[in-house]
């Protein structure tokens, strides 16, 4: 083979090894970069640092926050654009209009999607769940209080729906669901009653029922009869209950994360996040003469058991 006939090889060569390395490199990289758009009614201090983490963990896309006044109509906005709500004067917002662009739904709770029945037939809406999972805090309560069957669930009129599903996820624990119906905050014999036929009681996120008004006679009520409260939330347990389950700033981030990867033709309408942690009020298991909970165990135990099917 001649000089000149070598040479050409050559180049053949690197002109291929070149073109195989800028192949993988385009495999390699992102295929494109996303418009990321959150807003929320307020522009607070919280809504900024949750802003600037997702952009963080997010570098190749663009993420951006505006107030919702400064929006358009969700239908004048790109079509490309995945935008995220942060609280629900933006969910009321997204709901009047049926077009714009894929929406993922923050900070939202059953009950609050379920006074908004339009919410879950928005073809464009995907709803992440804020509450923690009925199923998960049943599971919490057979792994801290195993030889409590009898749980005690107060409701109202709003959370009323959630009952059928509490009950299926109950008789598969091999669980007995006592609810009672609290219609009125300032009558506490409902309350007294249902915790003398209970071994525990589970609350419900209903804010009808679970809040600063109500949290002192819910409390000491429970005290009173030695009887421990699971839930309804993360601040109820720093508030005086026994534990709960709750996902925080960074599982939120990862699920969004895990969505954001993919196309939104492929998001769910509705899901709860994956990724969770248990807190426990060690004060308050020691007055009811409970064992301290081990957060980081029982949540390995409760997270292992979901991903068994």
């Known amino acids: 083979m001649g000089d000149s006939s070598r040479m050409t090889c050559l180049f053949i060569y690197k002109g291929c090894r070149r073109a195989v390395l800028l192949a993988c490199l385009w495999l390699a990289a992102p295929a494109w970069s996303a418009e990321i758009l959150l807003t929320a009614d307020e522009d607070g201090a919280g809504v900024q640092t949750f802003t600037q983490a997702l952009a963080q963990q997010r570098p190749e896309d663009h993420v951006t926050f505006t107030p919702l006044k400064d929006l358009p109509s969700p239908s004048h906005l790109p079509a490309s654009t995945r935008l995220i709500l942060l609280d629900l004067p933006g969910l009321d917002w997204r709901l009047q209009d049926p077009q714009g662009p894929p929406t993922l739904v923050l900070r939202i709770s059953r009950l609050q999607a ?164 248990v807190v426990g009020n060690p004060q308050v298991g020691r007055s009811l003469g409970i064992e301290q909970v081990d957060e980081a165990s029982v949540a390995a135990r409760l997270a292992e058991g979901e991903k068994r099917p």
């Open 114 to 277: 379920h006074q908004r029945p339009q919410a879950s037939r928005h073809a464009r809406i995907s709803l992440l769940w804020s509450d923690p999972p009925l199923e998960r805090q049943l599971h919490l309560i057979t792994s801290i209080l195993p030889q409590a069957q009898r749980i005690g669930v107060l409701y109202s009129t709003e959370s009323e729906f959630l009952l059928p599903e509490l009950r299926r996820y109950a008789e598969a624990l091999e669980l007995k669901i006592k609810p009672q119906l609290w219609d009125n905050i300032n009558d506490s014999r409902p309350l007294q009653a249902l915790l003398r036929d209970s071994d525990v009681l589970l609350g419900l996120d209903d804010p009808l029922l679970y809040n600063p008004k109500t949290a002192k006679n819910l409390l000491l009520s429970s005290y009173a009869q030695q009887l421990p409260l699971v839930g309804p939330n993360a601040g109820f347990v720093r508030a005086g209950s026994l534990a709960s389950t709750y996902s925080d700033q960074a599982d939120w981030l990862a699920v969004l994360d895990r969505l954001l990867d993919q196309p939104p033709t492929s998001w769910p309408h509705a899901l709860y996040p994956e990724h969770f942690k």
